[in-house]
């Protein structure tokens, strides 16, 4: 498959804002910053609003169901290595829960977006199903961060207790 100059602009002018997101993401990245456990449900609470009116724009067959059923679960366990790889702390004196992402979490979803953005382009070209490939990335997106936010609230949790009862 040979492309033409207009999709190598396009993919060059990607990559180059990818890039230049991922370089301020990853300045930032080296600064703790508050967490509140009681806000975690807000991020995958707007995916599960997203996910519900992709699937409801275009209902999915029985194996279009069965797939996004497995992109969910594909992305609750990627999401839940994802915040595994969140580094968590706690303040002595104030007890302030922080959080600080990782290198290699933020090149999880990089690479999570890339697939996606290929797939997207080469899906029609491919004769897939591009809707339901969106589908199926949305049930993706909304399984990553809902066990990711889980697993940060179940380990918040903990070492909130472990600090509190140290004091």
């Given at each position: 498959?040979?492309?033409d100059t207009p999709h190598?602009?396009?993919y060059g002018i990607t990559a180059l804002v990818v890039g230049l997101i991922l370089a301020l993401r990853i300045r930032r990245m080296s600064k703790?910053?508050?967490l509140?456990?009681?806000r975690l449900w807000i991020v995958p609470t707007l995916y599960a609003v997203l996910a519900a009116a992709l699937l409801l724009q275009a209902v999915p067959s029985p194996g279009g169901w069965a797939l996004c059923a497995a992109a969910l679960a594909i992305g609750a366990g990627l999401g839940w290595q994802r915040g595994k790889l969140m580094h968590l702390s706690v303040d002595p004196a104030t007890h302030q829960l922080n959080?600080?992402?990782?290198l290699g979490g933020l090149l999880f979803i990089v690479v999570l977006v890339a697939a996606r953005m290929v797939g997207k382009a080469e899906g029609s070209?491919?004769?897939l199903d591009v809707m339901l490939l969106?589908?199926?990335f949305g049930m993706m997106a909304l399984g990553l961060f809902s066990a990711m936010r889980v697993e940060m609230y179940l380990r918040g949790k903990r070492l909130l207790q472990q600090a509190r009862a140290v004091a």
């Open positions: 498959m040979q492309l190598l602009i396009q703790a910053r508050p509140t456990l009681e959080q600080k992402a990782s070209a491919l004769h969106t589908q199926a």
